[in-house]
């Protein structure tokens, strides 16, 4: 058997590097760190050395495809598997952001849904019996409730496929654009959007993988709360470990788990999002 193996994107800072630290006292296996700064994630790594820690580093960038297939081949090569994902890479434009609604919608959401989809794309192949994803999304998914009933019900569609849901992200994008997004039934909330994507992403890849040959693979989706970070400007009640909490629990589920699946979890709870 090869050894385990777990991975946590955008995990120099924040969130991302608390999972790592939580992972390194609680996996039985490898644990990387990534970042898109080869210097910024080998200081990270250094810096949970100094705690007694051993993570290792690979560089990577969710929006670049040929680093996303640099970490796939490498876990291929080492590992012949993975066994945790936690998708936690991701931006967010501050409020005080004077940058056009459109550039803020498409760079947010190419970040936030394409890039989390496609590193998903690349690493599924590799996914072991039992693994488990976790898919750092968030209550901004709320905005859900902020669409028309007809954008709503084209999210909320049980038998939604990642295609579908590929082309509803991209009309939102192409209405931002066009200025006429709330006219069609979007909400003027780039960041909240970008995490309806991801959540409905998750529900998405768990029902496929539910079918999938490889038993026991779970994907869930989480809101890690309101966290002392960067990308809250420090304005978050929660420290990184107890924001890390929930994707910790999540990453951790035991063989065989039937509930949280497929879910959005918060407070190591199962929330219903979206009504």
Same mark, same amino acid.
């Given at each position: 058997m090869s050894k385990k193996v777990a991975v946590v994107t955008g995990s120099n800072k924040g969130i991302g590097y608390a999972v790592?630290?939580?992972?390194?006292k609680k996996f039985d296996g490898d644990v990387y760190l990534t970042a898109r700064n080869e210097e910024l994630g080998k200081q990270a790594v250094k810096s949970l050395n100094s705690e007694g820690l051993s993570p290792k580093f690979?560089?990577?960038?969710?929006?670049?495809?040929?680093?996303?297939?640099?970490?796939?081949?490498?876990?291929?090569?080492?590992?012949?598997?993975?066994?945790?994902?936690?998708?936690?890479?991701?931006?967010?434009?501050?409020?005080?952001?004077?940058?056009?609604?459109? *550039?803020?919608?498409?760079?947010t959401i190419k970040t936030n849904y394409f890039g989390t989809l496609a590193v998903c794309e690349a690493l599924f192949p590799l996914l072991r019996p039992h693994a488990r994803v976790v898919n750092v999304s968030s209550m901004a998914s709320a905005a859900i409730k902020k669409c028309s009933k007809e954008i709503q019900s084209k999210f909320r569609n049980p038998q939604l496929t990642?295609? *579908?849901?590929?082309?509803?992200?991209?009309?939102?994008?192409?209405?931002?654009?066009n200025g006429n997004h709330e006219s069609k039934g979007y909400p003027s909330s780039a960041y909240g959007m970008s995490k309806v994507g991801v959540t409905v992403l998750s529900e998405i890849q768990n029902r496929q993988l539910s079918a999938d040959p490889r038993e026991d693979i779970i994907v869930n989706?989480?809101?890690?709360?309101?966290?002392?970070?960067?990308?809250t400007?420090?304005?978050?009640?929660?420290?990184?470990?107890?924001?890390?909490?929930?994707?910790?629990?999540?990453?951790?589920?035991?063989?065989?788990?039937?509930?949280?699946?497929?879910?959005f979890v918060s407070e190591r709870n199962i929330k219903n999002w979206s009504e």
């Open positions: 790592v630290r939580g992972l390194c690979h560089q990577l960038d969710i929006n670049d495809q040929a680093s996303i297939n640099r970490l796939r081949d490498f876990l291929r090569t080492t590992y012949g598997g993975l066994d945790i994902l936690v998708n936690n890479a991701g931006i967010a434009y501050k409020q005080s952001s004077t940058a056009p609604f459109a *550039e803020q919608t498409e760079v990642v295609e *579908e849901l590929t082309a509803l992200m991209n009309d939102f994008i192409q209405a931002a654009k989706a989480c809101c890690p709360g309101y966290v002392d970070t960067d990308m400007s420090h304005k978050g009640h929660k420290t990184i470990d107890q924001g890390a909490d929930t994707p910790l629990y999540l990453a951790l589920l035991p063989p065989g788990t039937k509930s949280p699946s497929g879910n």
